[in-house]
Each structure stands twice: as structure tokens, then as C-alpha cells.
T-cell receptor, first 115, second 113 residues
Framework: DVKVTQSSRYLVKRTGEKVFLECVQDMDHENMFWYRQDPGLGLRLIYFSYDVKMKEKGDIPEGYSVSREKKERFSLILESASTNQTSMYLC??????????????FGSGTRLTVV | DAKTTQPTSMDCAEGRAANLPCNHSTISGNEYVYWYRQIHSQGPQYIIHGLKNNETNEMASLIITEDRKSSTLILPHATLRDTAVYYCIVRSRYGGSQGNLIFGKGTKLSVKP
């Protein structure tokens, strides 16, 4: 019954590495989102996408990029990982409801540690 | 910035109703009230949403005041598994970036035996 799958539950990377976080949804949703969650700061939107090949910056895009080559897959890329990117990363998807009567479905999260 | 205000934490006895308040005094006519919860180490889970009428589903009830400036999420018979952070979110009914979910700090609900 898993609908949004994040490739790794836990990840440890070194400073300066290029990191790929993968997210796949099987609900044929148009919209996909990447958030990060930090203690005391809550969930913050990094990037989102409303269609294949389309992306838009969220509230904290610096240091990140994304890729959406297929409808079901949305990748978050840390070009050069830094310790301040240690965080829980959450992927979500939603359908394109004209009246927005649809909630988001979230993945279980990837806890990334940059050392 | 989040457009809602919630208490930081609340306690509830197991089996009793949990009533979680939310203030959204600047809500516009085009905005829904959504509730999500996040159990420890999991992604947020959709609970319920409403525009101006009260809503009920298998998980909870949502009571929205007539002026729409506040709402209450009701878990009628709280269990230990309802211990989580509950987020009240105001969200535009239209698409585009206005419809994105913006999370605040939420309310940490602790259900005690």
C-alpha cells in the first residue's frame, strides 16, 4: 500500500559530495514536492513541480536543485553537500484538483547526515 | 509564513476526546483549513479539511467557526497511537504556488493512559 517511496531511510554523506535523493509515487499525481524538516523550524518547502520537466523554487532552494524527467519521479540534488544540510527530507505528491480537494501524500522521509 | 496559531502542546487522557484549537484570523474566502498530523519518524498524514461547513470523516471532525477565524479538530476517542504533532494549515483553493502547503510548528498532542 506504499504510495510515495523515498529511496533511502538513512543516508550518511561527506562534505562536498553530490547527493541524490530519489522519490517515486505510484498514484499518477501531477504535483510533487520536497521539504526538509529540522527541530524548531518545522517543515520548509525546498522545491516543487507541477509537471514533467517543470520545477519551481520553494522557500529555501539555495544549495539544492531538482529533476523531474518522468511524472512519477522527483529527485532532489545537493550539488555539494554541507553539514548545514543535515536534516530529514520529505517528499510529497498531490493530484491536480481544480478545487484542491486533495491532500498531499508524504513519503516516510530520508534522514541525511553530512559529515 | 504560516497563517495559523496553535498551542505548542496539549495532553489528553486515553479514551477521551481531544480538541485541538487553531486560530487563522486572516483567512480569506478562497482558503481552506487543512489538518495533518505527523507521528514520530514518519511523514505527515492528511486528516481532514474544510472551507466553511463542519466536516467529519473516519479519523476526526473539523469544526469551523461562523466567521472562519478559528477551527477545532476533534479526535472523538483518543488512543495512544494518536500521539503526534498536529498541523493546522490554511491553503488557497486555487492551484499554483498559492495552493502549496506551508507548515507551522503545530501542536504536540500527548495521549496518556
Amino acid at each position: 500500500d506504499v504510495k510515495v517511496t523515498q529511496s533511502s531511510r538513512y543516508l550518511v554523506k561527506r562534505t562536498g559530495e553530490k547527493v541524490f535523493l530519489e522519490c517515486v509515487q505510484d498514484m499518477d499525481h501531477e504535483n510533487m514536492f520536497w521539504y526538509r524538516q529540522d527541530p524548531g523550524l518545522g517543515l520548509r518547502l525546498i522545491y516543487f513541480s507541477y509537471d514533467v520537466k517543470m520545477k519551481e523554487k520553494g522557500d529555501i532552494p539555495e544549495g539544492y536543485s531538482v529533476s523531474r524527467e518522468k511524472k512519477e519521479r522527483f529527485s532532489l540534488i545537493l550539488e555539494s553537500a554541507s553539514t548545514n544540510q543535515t536534516s530529514m527530507y520529505l517528499c510529497a505528491s498531490s493530484s491536480l484538483g481544480g478545487d484542491l480537494n486533495y491532500g498531499y501524500t508524504f513519503g516516510s522521509g530520508t534522514r541525511l547526515t553530512v559529515v | 509564513d504560516a497563517k495559523t496559531t496553535q498551542p505548542t502542546s496539549m495532553d489528553c487522557a486515553e479514551g477521551r476526546a481531544a480538541n485541538l484549537p487553531c486560530n487563522h484570523s486572516t483567512i480569506s474566502g478562497n482558503e481552506y483549513v487543512y489538518w495533518y498530523r505527523q507521528i514520530h519518524s514518519q511523514g505527515p498524514q492528511y486528516i481532514i479539511h474544510g472551507l466553511k461547513n463542519n466536516e467529519t470523516n473516519e479519523m476526526a471532525s473539523l469544526i469551523i467557526t461562523e466567521d472562519r477565524k478559528s477551527s477545532t479538530l476533534i479526535l472523538p476517542h483518543a488512543t495512544l497511537r494518536d500521539t503526534a504533532v498536529y498541523y493546522c494549515i490554511v491553503r488557497s483553493r486555487y492551484g499554483g504556488s498559492q495552493g502549496n502547503l506551508i507548515f507551522g510548528k503545530g501542536t504536540k498532542l500527548s495521549v496518556k493512559p
